[in-house]
């Protein structure tokens, strides 16, 4: 089925009819909206005064009488914030809060002159003459002295390394020399570590040696950026940009481009290869014959589901005389994937290092009064962390797993179990004893009971009336609470510890922990965020101007792409980050952190993907994200690139990475994310339609079969399992020496006694629930035989003698029972987690001496008054049912916290005058215990004490043993390295793999020859093969099938990119269902759509027989969208089409570039027709213009 090709109930919205607007269009377009925006002071008399920061911050002067005023929200307090100074403003005219801003943001005017450069335009990128834009000095005296010398200048690494302003660090010498003694190198090290200066030395390297360089990253915007960055290093004319948007000086010594642009180039190399009859490898070598070096940055995108497969694709295709540079974030097995490159393309070793010049160091933040926000460090080394809480700082160098030392480990003070319990012993201390007993309330003195107590219940101690009156049991109240309401305690406690915002802001402006860069997984959470933030200002007036005159040079030039509700956040230093935004407002962002005028960016979790803007500090306010199977904690991977922000290298002496407590996560979420260690780099090779077009254009059917057995899977099921089970051998060989050196030390005796002492408390509990179910069927058998209703003595301690805890003693008082009664619900409920020895049945209806209504187990009567002198006259009995029958079910309480044995509610005056024939010296028959299982518990509680004694003991000689021969962290180790050999065998692939992938191929080769598109006996390209490979997107066949029906032929530009746009509309956009337009499409398009049903369903069925069902997703066509599209192709403005839907900036943008990438696709595909590629360029004309055109470079 279609989706649904109508506006969705969007009417409202317009003045006019979607039809009505594309035909005023072309006029609008001419005639475009240039509004002059102006902000004037307000009127009155204002004066500022100038203040000096406690942390240090330089005085200021305010600026100038003619100043512009900005209203903030609010201002949290009147103190200055932030490494910069602040003015406080007095207003005789208003008295709110204002912020004064210097003349220089009458930049802000739209039509404000700027004699720099505009950074936001898109005017020609190479007007300037590329010769004058050279590079850094000492790099062109070297390279000037290689080309004097011909190429034959021999390099060494002190040689190249004398060029840098700073001494190399061992690991990026190691991985030079290497790459001069003509190997490739797989380079895995954290964020931060100094990987782009191994490329910029390989780099000199290959061009001294007259070689080219290609850098490729994983997205345009990287690229984009590392264009930036190397022209700064080489000089504009040595360097170039293919990203498939923009192709700027393409044969320049260094070409920046996308790894999918690299993996077409060298597919079509082949293709050229073929076509001449020279052999493919000789022909891809000559077209790639000048290129020296291929450096492969982020390459751990390899282990992407998505996009994974084209890393894989450019190493196999790699011609063997370019060596190659692959940098890696942390992966637990870099080894693996140099080993394969080794195998499949040249020698190739691996430099693995967890060292980071910067070291990060880790915090954790939670609400905390009277400050409202405490900030502690989240790992401390293991030996301060004993007896000491939070410890001190380790100042060692990182050498353990990424991100944190191995002999480090979570601070005790911020452990779930501490916080939760300090929270249990807390809320005991307010509540007191439960009614009837124990200290406090119901104790002695209490209103419950005890001598002088309003409920006369000290009267009735024990049997002997002599026994002292037992003391609350408050350990076993904590340890009901742990374990019983242990979940909901935590909820408590996790929404009482979120730190507010504003006041975490302040204390990282009070630590000089800014700019930092704070991580939200909503957009919509980073913008309300940023906005609310806005209200405590972290930049001072000069500052301000400046970023003032940014935004006027964007907003000179692409209007659209500002936020203005944003934009007194940002004067403010405070930014958002996502990709909801066009990408003119997020480059104004990145550039403004890069320059040190912003403080705070809230980002999702994009930013984390490489874009270059490290900040002193990062901060991660949730650890789990939303998925199909409900919510999971972050990988370690994940949380290490948001964490490898912080820390910037030549300004920072440590980064910092602060977690906040959350309602869902806390510090326990954060070390197990930590201490997990880097997830495993894993194949995500894939057959697509376009792999095997371009496998089979210039390949036999066997030789395509031996590209697919050398993917990256099918090393890790072969060579990769064998090395992972020898490493898992030695690993558990290790931790077995450690085990048997442990049995010997004190520590080990100590968990042996440990255990004996559970072991005691088991046999106890058992002995006292034996010796209960006796009393209890005593109990039952007497009262069979005296029948009800009777007067009876209740023990009200009974209900926690089941748990194997209490001190045993007896809290008696008279009662009456006046029948059965059910159960309580609770209890009653079939698998009851409160159900225990102690509230087996049956229940008695109960009326106490204290005249309170009770529901009591057998377990609680401890004796009975048989004969004549235990009969309770029919008409008192009549009294308490009647009281009962009366009470709601809400009206019940445990009489012990905890236990559901005995449960009370108030009495009536009438039910008090049957109390009066209760006393207290009576002649009880009470329930003995049966003399030899007595003996055993008795037995029973001594052991258990002297295992107590005998284990305190022995822990004071392993806590001072364990210092001196460290078996604590040996134990620990052995448990490390056992968990590591369990890893390391769970991430084994199965041998299969290979076969699986191969039969993918056969079956997508079987669908390409029912759909005409390769030809069944010689498996010949045919045209639409032809046209398939030559199409980048979600499903290359199905885009070549639309795009070649004679339905497409008749659509003028804007409605081809608006067929496009339906097209890809699902690829594009994450959440399409929350999403409207008010736009149709017109009849052409909605007819050429249902020309194409026929063949999207018959492809739709040949792929659901394949079992390839996964790709049937990118077969949907929804048009709701493609109105807009059309809309922008016709000239409709961006306020226009924005105005008309609800869609995100950055979302309408997404569709409209990706629709202008394919656009630009057909333009320059040669097995198009022209009409089409005619009408490609039309809507070219129409849709690629600001603000979703390229900025320049």
Not at 188 to 203: D, L, S
Request: glycine share 8%; with cysteine.
């Amino acid at each position: 089925m279609f989706a649904t090709r109508s506006p969705l109930g969007c009417s409202s919205t317009c003045s006019t009819s979607g039809r009505d607007i594309l035909s005023a269009w072309p006029s609008q377009c001419a005639s475009r909206d240039t509004r002059t925006v102006r902000t004037h002071a307000r009127g009155g008399k204002a004066t500022s005064t100038s203040r000096k920061l406690t942390g240090g911050g330089q005085q200021f002067s305010p600026g100038p009488p003619e100043t512009i005023v900005t209203n903030y929200p609010k201002q949290l307090d009147d103190v200055a914030v932030g490494t910069d100074t602040l003015a406080s403003v007095e207003s005789e005219s208003e008295p709110d809060v204002e912020l004064l801003l210097p003349d220089a943001l009458d930049l802000l005017d739209a039509t404000s002159t700027v004699d720099e450069p505009n950074p936001y335009t898109t005017e020609d990128a190479l007007s300037a003459p590329l010769e004058g834009l050279g590079g850094e000095p000492a790099l062109e005296a070297l390279l000037a002295e290689a080309a004097a010398a011909g190429g034959n200048l021999s390099l060494s690494a002190a040689r190249i390394t004398s060029i840098f302003p700073f001494p190399l660090d061992g690991f990026q010498r190691r991985a030079l020399e290497l790459f001069l003694q003509g190997q490739s190198v797989v380079v895995c090290a954290p964020t931060g570590a100094g990987k782009t200066a191994i490329a910029e030395a390989a780099a000199v390297a290959a061009l001294a040696r007259g070689q080219r360089v290609i850098y490729t990253t994983p997205l345009k915007a990287l690229s984009n950026q590392k264009l930036f960055e190397t022209r700064r290093r080489f000089g504009h004319a040595r360097c170039g940009l293919q990203t498939g948007d923009a192709n700027l000086n393409p044969d320049a010594d260094i070409v920046v481009m996308t790894t999918e642009i690299l993996r077409n180039i060298m597919y079509r190399t082949a293709e050229l290869a073929e076509e001449n009859n020279t052999g493919s490898m000789s022909t891809r070598e000559a077209r790639l014959g000048n290129v020296g070096l291929i450096v492969l940055d982020e390459v751990h995108y390899l282990g992407d589901p998505h996009r994974g497969s084209v890393w894989e694709e450019v190493i196999i295709n790699c011609p063997r005389h370019i060596q190659l540079l692959c940098m890696s974030a942390t992966v637990a097995n870099p080894k693996d994937l140099g080993d394969w490159i080794a195998k499949e393309h040249m020698p190739c070793e691996t430099i693995q290092t967890r060292f980071r010049p910067v070291p990060l160091h880790w915090h954790f933040a939670y609400f905390k009064a009277p400050k409202g926000v405490s900030m502690e460090d989240l790992l401390v080394p293991v030996n301060s962390a004993r007896g000491r809480g939070s410890g001190d700082r380790n100042g060692d160098k990182v050498d353990g797993k990424a991100g944190f030392n191995a002999k480090q480990m979570l601070n005790p003070r911020l452990s779930t179990q501490r916080v939760l319990q300090e929270e249990a012993r807390a809320m005991l201390a307010k509540q007191q004893a439960p009614p009837f007993g124990g200290p406090g309330r119901g104790a002695a003195g209490g209103r419950g009971g005890g001598p002088g107590g309003r409920g006369g219940g000290g009267a009735w101690r024990s049997a002997s009336q002599r026994a002292p009156q037992p003391a609350f049991d408050w350990e076993q109240e904590f340890e009901n609470l742990m374990e019983k309401d242990a979940q909901a305690l935590r909820r408590r406690v996790n929404m009482r510890r979120i730190p507010d915002m504003h006041k975490t802001i302040k204390v990282l402006a009070e630590r000089e922990m800014l700019p930092a860069i704070w991580f939200i997984l909503s957009r919509r959470d980073c913008d309300s965020s940023a906005a609310r933030a806005a209200a405590v200002p972290l930049t001072d007036p000069e500052t301000q101007s400046l970023i003032a005159a940014e935004v006027a040079a964007l907003r000179a030039d692409q209007p659209e792409a500002v936020k203005e509700e944003l934009v007194p956040a940002l004067i403010s230093g405070i930014a958002s980050h996502h990709a909801g935004q066009l990408p003119g407002w997020k480059s104004l962002v990145e550039r403004l952190f890069q320059r040190g005028l912003l403080k705070l960016v809230f980002a999702t979790g994009t930013l984390a993907a490489g874009i270059n803007m490290p900040a002193r500090t990062t901060v991660v306010s949730s650890l789990s994200r939303m998925t199909d199977d409900g919510p999971k904690l972050l990988p370690h991977n994940e949380l290490l690139q948001m964490a490898g922000r912080a820390g910037r290298r030549g300004f920072d002496t440590e980064g910092n990475c602060l977690v906040l407590q959350n309602k869902f996560e806390g510090a326990d979420e954060a070390w197990q994310i930590i201490h997990a260690g880097p997830e495993p780099l894993t194949s995500q090779f894939s057959v697509s339609y376009g792999l095997v077009l371009n496998l089979l254009s210039v390949n036999t059917l066997e030789q395509a079969r031996e590209f697919v057995s050398r993917s990256f899977g099918n090393f890790l099921a072969t060579e990769g399992n064998l090395r992972r089970e020898e490493e898992a051998a030695a690993l558990e060989a290790e931790a077995q020496q450690l085990v048997e050196a442990f049995k010997a030390s004190a520590t080990s005796r100590a968990k042996e006694l440990n255990a004996e002492l559970k072991a005691a408390k088991d046999e106890l509990k058992r002995l006292k629930n034996a010796q209960i179910e006796a009393q209890c069927e005593s109990a039952r058998t007497m009262l069979a035989a005296d029948g009800l209703p009777r007067i009876v003595v209740l023990n009200l301690a009974a209900g926690g003698a089941g748990k194997g805890g209490g001190n045993g003693r007896p809290l008696l008082m008279p009662a009456v029972i006046v029948g059965e009664v059910e159960p309580p619900p609770e209890v009653a409920a079939e698998g009851s987690a409160v159900a225990s020895v102690t509230t087996a049945g049956p229940y008695y209806a109960c009326l106490s001496a204290d005249n309170r209504l009770m529901r009591a187990s057998v377990a609680c009567v401890a004796g009975v008054l048989e004969g004549a002198a235990g009969v309770v006259a029919a008409a008192d009995a009549d009294k308490v049912w009647a009281a009962l029958e009366g009470l709601r079910s809400n009206a019940w309480s445990n009489v012990e916290a905890g236990s559901w044995a005995l449960q009370a509610a108030l009495g009536t005056p009438t039910t008090s005058a049957v109390t009066r024939q209760l006393a207290a010296r009576l002649p009880w028959t009470f329930i003995e215990a049966d003399a030899g299982v007595a003996a055993q518990v008795l037995a029973a509680r001594q052991a258990v004490k002297a295992a107590v004694t005998a284990l305190e003991e022995q822990r004071r000689q392993a806590s001072s043993s364990s210092s001196r021969d460290g078996s604590l962290e040996q134990m620990a180790r052995a448990k490390r390295l056992l968990k590591k050999a369990d890893k390391l065998r769970a991430e084994g692939r199965s041998g299969g793999r290979l076969e699986s992938t191969w039969k993918t191929f056969q079956l997508t080769m079987e669908i390409l020859i029912c759909m005409d598109a390769l030809e069944a006996e010689s498996l010949r390209v045919l045209p639409l093969g032809l046209l398939a490979r030559n199409i980048q997107g979600g499903n290359e066949l199905w885009l070549a099938m639309a795009l070649s029906h004679p339905a497409l032929h008749a659509l003028n530009g804007p409605q081809l990119a608006a067929m496009l746009g339906g097209l890809i509309s699902p690829e594009v956009l994450s959440k399409p269902t929350a999403m409207w337009a008010a736009y149709p499409v017109s009849p052409a398009v909605e007819a050429a759509v249902e020309a194409l049903e026929e063949q999207r369903q018959l492809l739709l069925e040949l792929q659901t027989d394949a079992g390839l069902v996964k790709w049937n997703d990118a077969l949907l066509v929804d048009l709701r969208f493609a109105g807009l599209v059309e809309a922008w192709a016709s000239g409709a403005t961006w306020g226009q089409v924005m105005e008309d839907s609800n869609m995100d900036d950055g979302d309408m943008a997404r569709l409209l570039i990706r629709t202008i990438d394919l656009l630009k696709q057909l333009q320059h595909n040669a097995h198009l027709l022209p009409q089409l590629k005619e009408a490609a360029a039309e809507a070219l004309r129409g849709m690629d213009r600001k603000p979703v055109a390229e900025l320049t470079f």
